[in-house]
């Protein structure tokens, strides 16, 4: 398994641009699925975006795209989440998780990744 902390994130108006960003330690992370997640209050973990090992593979929920971007980098074992013309429907607490294996297919099911961050507060403001 990974280690993986979250950082970035914070309060933004609607419109605006944020990124979140995930550190990975432990084990080869080129080899690992990197996925992120939100859960707003009152609500179910959802499946955000997802990028394969090499980063050449991404996949994006319906509501995000082209908002948001997904990259990583395998050298320093970080992967970012720029998020831009927010809403406040954006609003939860963000969570970049991990599987050892591939793309496709994509797995939006909170309960298939292995690892989890401690997660990341993103807050958009009407």
């Known amino acids: 398994q990974v280690q993986l902390v979250e950082s970035g994130g914070g309060l933004v108006q609607a419109g605006g641009s944020l990124s979140v960003s995930c550190a990975a330690s432990?084990?080869?992370?080129?080899?690992?699925?990197v996925g992120w997640f939100r859960q707003a209050p009152g609500k179910e973990r959802e499946f955000v975006a997802a990028i394969s090992g090499s980063g050449g593979g991404t996949y994006f929920v319906d509501s995000v795209k082209g908002r948001f971007t997904i990259s990583r980098d395998i050298a320093k074992n970080t992967m970012n989440l720029q998020m831009n013309s927010l809403k406040p429907d954006d609003t939860a607490v963000y969570y970049c998780?991990?599987?050892?294996?591939?793309?496709?297919?994509?797995?939006?099911?909170?309960?298939?990744?292995?690892?989890w961050g401690q997660g990341t507060q993103v807050t958009v403001s009407s």
């Open positions: 998780a991990a599987y050892y294996g591939s793309l496709p297919p994509i797995r939006v099911d909170p309960d298939k990744y292995d690892s």
């Open positions: 432990g084990s080869t992370f080129s080899r690992y699925v």
